[in-house]
Structures are given as C-alpha cells and as structure tokens.
C-alpha cells in the first residue's frame, strides 16, 4: 500500500512511526516549507502536556524519559495554586525521533500517486474538505530567558488565556490566545513579554529568544466533519482533535493517530472510534459557544471544566470553575 503523510508535526510524525513499526514500508512525509522559520523550526510550538503523554510515547517504542525537561505538581491558576500534574516536553526531539528512517518532501501532494494520503496539516486541513462553522483560536508565543524563577501559570481572559510553562532552568514559553481579544494586548497588559527587548540588555530580566503566532481549531471532531474523503483520512487537529476549553491537542493528536492505525482498514468504524473517544469535546465546545454569546454560566458548565481539568490530575473545586468560567465569558 502506497501511503502519504501530509503534515510533519507531532501527529504525522507519530502516526509515521506507528506505521512503520507496523511494517509499512511505503510510506512518504510531506511537510509543507514554512515562510517564517522560528528557533526551534516548529509552528505552533506547543510543548507542555499532561497525562497520557508517557504511555503514548511508549507505545511507539520510544522512552518519555529521553523527551521530559520538567514535571509540574501544581499550576498556578488565576493566582490560585492548584494541584497538578503537568509537564513540559523536548517536542523537536520527539518528532526528530518518531521521523527517524523518514524522507521529509515538500507538499503539495499529487494525492492521485497514492492508495492513502492522510491529512495531518492541523488546522490548514489542507487536503480535506472545508469545514463549515470552523471555530479558530489565533495565539502568540515567545520563548523567552528569565533571571528569575516563573511559575507553571494560566491566566484566564475573555474567551482565552494565557500561560507560562518553564522548559528548562531560565527558559519559559510565554503565551497567550483569545477568541476576543488580541493575544499581544493580553501579554501587554499583563507584563509578561516586554516588547522590543534586546539580546544582552543588562536593564531587563527577560530576553525574547524566539516567537511565533499559530491558530488552534476549537471546532471539536463532532464539527469537522467529513473525516474521510475519496482517499484522503484525517487525524489530529485536521479533525477537530483537540480539547476546545483547554486548547491541548497534543495527546488528542497522537491518539487520535493510535485510533486510525487500529481501523486502518475500516472507515466507518475510524470515524465511530473518534467520535466516541473524544466524545467530551462535544460538551466542552457546547461551553466554549455559551461564552462567546455571553450567556449565564450554570452548575452543569462548572461541571464540565471541572471534568477537563482532571485530564491534568488538577484539583478544582466547581465553585472556582465557576469564576474561571465568568472571567472568561464574553
């Protein structure tokens, strides 16, 4: 079977090695060259992510350990410190291993080549059909160096947040996205990124490293429908697979590739296994379109963040679910 990858990220990169442990050997990565080449060579450059990730990680036949930089036992949320489990992630790394053996070729895709062409392009879902009412959350990152120590942080705003996640001692990724607001002014006022900081300056206690802006697909896979198109499958975020009041797509992303390895051969049974699996990104998508109409916040939506949040093992009492989730309210 002649099979294309489209997309060279996290998702197609580790659908790539399971294919290949699987023993398919004709099977070409496409990557689509990027106009603003950032440090790391990656966009986004998401790298913090929570439970799942290790078994994940082992399942390609690859050790987590080699790929940690920190783990987290709490995250400072809203200034409140709320037990945890989080952890920051080598994410060049990880992909350069999972793409081992792999030729990386340009797209486009002549897609009549191939018996399968899967779309992993995330939120360009570039082979796919467009999804009608897409919902796209636009989002800046700095990497930054800080002589002083910075929590594991989220800071919730309109329809958005923003975050700090340490990498490394002295290295942070700083970030923010919002359906309302823009991402810059959400980092400006919050004075976490100074603007115009140079390299050395003796002055500032931060130094901007690199930056980048990416979009996030917040449609849910119940919304980004058709999943399969003449030869072409999707997976990851082209699909929807990611969580839309947390914005993690990381772990939705490689299991969603676990899922199409596991029905490779069946398409309606692919499509019924990612229905099911991310079954509560329906609910959370439901929450997401209440607060952009600015409608009341009630018990049953407390609920539901409460119930995301525990994808990262955190402690959240509802009644601070409930103010996050009037703060973030249109």
């Given amino acids: 079977m002649k099979i294309a990858i489209a997309g060279a990220g996290i998702c197609g990169a580790y659908l790539y090695r399971l294919l290949h442990n699987k023993g398919f050997d004709d099977v070409a990565v496409y990557e689509q060259e990027q106009q603003h080449k950032t440090g790391c060579s990656i966009s986004p450059c998401a790298w913090g992510t929570s439970l799942g990730f290790e078994p994940l990680v082992e399942h390609a036949g690859l050790d987590p350990a080699k790929y940690t930089r920190m783990q987290f036992d709490h995250v400072m949320m809203d200034e409140m410190r709320i037990e945890a489990y989080a952890l920051t992630f080598d994410k060049p790394l990880l992909i350069s291993d999972l793409l081992q053996d792999a030729v990386i070729q340009q797209s486009p895709i002549d897609t009549a080549e191939y018996d399968r062409v899967i779309d992993a392009t995330g939120v360009l879902r570039a082979y796919l059909p467009e999804i009608k009412d897409d919902l796209i959350f636009p989002c800046v990152q700095y990497c930054i160096r800080s002589s002083e120590p910075l929590d594991m942080s989220i800071k919730i705003s309109r329809i958005g947040y923003a975050w700090i996640f340490p990498l490394s001692d002295g290295i942070y990724h700083i970030g923010a996205g919002s359906l309302v607001v823009k991402p810059h002014d959400m980092l400006k006022n919050l004075s976490w990124v100074k603007q115009g900081v140079k390299q050395g300056d003796k002055n500032e206690k ?125």
């Fill in 206 to 330: 931060r130094e901007v490293i690199c930056r980048c802006a990416s979009k996030v697909r917040l449609t849910a896979p119940i919304g980004s429908r058709p999943y399969i198109f003449r030869n072409i499958w999707g997976t990851g975020e082209a699909i929807g697979c990611v969580a839309p009041l947390a914005g993690e797509g990381i772990i939705p992303g490689m299991r969603s590739a676990q899922i199409l390895v596991e029905n490779w051969d069946d398409h309606l049974a692919y499509e019924r296994a990612i229905l099911n699996e991310f079954s509560w990104m329906e609910e959370e998508r439901r929450v997401v379109d209440r607060l952009r109409r600015g409608e009341r916040i009630g018990i049953r939506d407390g609920l539901i963040l409460k119930e995301t949040t525990k994808r990262m093992n955190m402690k959240l009492h509802l009644w601070d679910a409930l103010k996050m989730l009037m703060r973030a309210r249109k």
